[in-house]
């Protein structure tokens, strides 16, 4: 029970894009198509499970004051991983992504939950919380991209969508636009929760 | 004495020298596909720039490699050139396809660069690309503003740096085109 809590936490409750607003930089950057989207959630959701894991299992061996370098050197680790696991079996998206996949590295999200959640508790908890908070950066990634995409370039996953009585609104592919959406979107979303929550938890 | 500076010097060590040991490994794993990768993207590149070639040759000239193109009658019809300089941020690698008889530039294609997303990347898109195509060989102006003489490049908005920058590349690979292959003549 506890463990599927871990896990919904991230999806809604404490959804890192939505919600928690974490790791804005990669959100805003790479969410002009959806298969950018898609692919820098999951490439950001195995990092996250992989530090999550290693952090967890040698938390009591590190020492409280170097505690975020080594977080950080872990996290790297597995982040130039993907990196090179990109370029060489999917270049079309290594070379779309490109600097935003060496950048997951100072993706607050990941050191985030390293700090709050894997350096506290233990192993099968962090892994919960770990895919928990990466499909919730994945699908919030995928709606924002979904969203801009279409408007966009009247596509979604490359495949045209809308008809060519569709005038693209550009805008909605340059960085102006991911903020127009993510501001649309996380009003959205908290509307809907005032709405269904009353709020009985505290903040 | 958890917190001894012999012991956060440890720690940092040995994360450090693990973390070095696995990537050696993935490195190892990994590079033989990167380098088929960037053997494929420089010959769709060459193909590009060269418009008509259906073959070419690596040929190397004091110690620069060309690729001449040849059609299908064996003809050469252009030389490419992979030119290096620096850009906004770290290198840009661009295929210049020029015809050395004609002294103009076929067309470019960027290969590798590590400009802003959004703003220089954009280098690396039809309409800048397309600044070069059939462009007769010279010194080029970088303008704010759509080109009116073919000695103009219109700059990427946001992004002249970035423009300049592979602007004067390919003013270079010109000029080691045209010392290793006369030009005119």
Known sequence: ?203 | MNNSTGRLILTLTVLGLVSAFILAFVFQWTLPYIIKHQAKAQERAVFAVLPGASDYKEVEKDGQVFFEGFDQSGKRIGVAIKATGGGFQGMITVMVGTDPEAEKVYGIQVLEHQETPGLGAFITGEKYEANFIDKPFGDYKVVKRPATSPYEVEAISGATISSTKVTSIVEKAIKDIQRAYGGGA
């Open chain 1, 1 to 203: 029970m506890q463990l599927l809590n871990d896990f919904k936490n991230g999806l809604w409750n404490e959804n890192p894009t939505f919600r928690l607003v974490i790791g804005m930089c990669p959100v805003l950057a790479v969410t002009n198509t959806m298969t950018n989207g898609l692919a820098m959630g999951l490439a950001t959701t195995f990092v996250l499970l992989a530090s999550e894991i290693v952090i967890s299992l040698i938390k009591k061996l590190i020492p409280n004051d170097v505690r975020i370098p080594s977080y950080i050197l872990v996290i790297a680790t597995f982040v130039t991983f993907v990196d090179y696991f990109l370029k060489a079996f999917f270049p079309p998206i290594a070379a779309s992504l490109s600097l935003f996949v060496p950048l997951i590295v100072v993706n607050c999200l990941i050191l985030g939950r390293a700090e709050a959640f894997a350096s506290k508790n233990p192993l099968h908890r962090s892994i919960a919380d770990s895919l928990g908070m990466g499909f919730g950066f994945t699908w919030a990634l995928l709606l924002l991209s979904a969203v801009r995409e279409l408007l966009g370039m009247g596509s979604m996953f490359g495949i045209q969508i809308l008809g060519a009585w569709y005038q693209p609104m550009v805008i909605m592919v340059l960085p102006a636009g991911a903020f127009i959406s993510l501001g649309i979107l996380v009003g959205i979303m908290n509307y809907i929760t005032k709405n269904t929550t009353r709020d009985t938890h505290c903040h």
